[in-house]
């Protein structure tokens, strides 16, 4: 296959790659796939990408990336949203299935372990700001306002205490 001057460079390296997976026996799913664009010129209009099947890959404003969901946006982004979901499924059904059965150390010990790993998968590669952080405390503050019954933060900040609790942004 002859390449033209006139192919973005994105475009050579699909066609690059796409020769060593038709080499392996592989093709590259079109519906499964997207781009993104990050950096400083995240908000231009990108050319069309093309795989040698003629099918167009999407650009798009969010991909999901080993389960993480990336964002365009001037630098590298995560989707908080994304992150929080899960959270909240797993803390309300265990709050549904023990509610007030259980201690609030049982069921703090189990928002720990099962989770804030949940909420915080993957975060660590993602440039994390000041307002990500309150956003990632407030959800977990939120929960202890309901284990406890309170809506006080310095009562929900001593209970933390107590119970040697971290949030993410410490």
């Not at 033209?4 to 079109?30: F, G, H, P, R, W």
């Not at 590298?76 to 899960?86: D, G, I, V, Y």
């Not at 059904?93 to 998968?121: D, H, M, N, W």
């Not at 993602?126 to 006080?152: A, E, P, V």
Request: hydrophobic residues 40%; contains cysteine.
């Amino acid at each position: 296959m002859i390449i033209t001057s006139s192919v973005t460079a994105l475009q050579k390296l699909l066609l690059v790659c796409e020769a060593e997976l038709n080499y392996l026996d592989m093709t590259i799913n079109s519906k499964k796939s997207s781009c993104i664009r990050v950096g400083p010129r995240h908000d231009k209009t990108c050319v069309n990408i093309v795989t040698c099947d003629g099918s167009h890959l999407a650009w798009v404003d969010e991909l999901r990336y080993l389960g993480i969901f990336i964002v365009r946006a001037p630098v590298f982004r995560c989707s908080l949203e994304h992150a929080k979901r899960p959270f909240y499924r797993a803390a309300n059904g265990i709050f549904g299935k023990i509610g007030r059965i259980a201690s609030e150390e049982v069921t703090i010990q189990l928002l720990k372990s099962k989770c804030l790993p949940l909420l915080l998968y993957a975060l660590k590669p993602c440039n994390l700001t000041k307002r990500d952080l309150q956003l990632l405390d407030f959800t977990i503050n939120r929960f202890f306002m309901k284990i406890f019954g309170t809506s006080d933060i310095n009562v929900v900040t001593e209970c933390q205490l107590n119970f040697h609790f971290q949030l993410p942004s410490d």
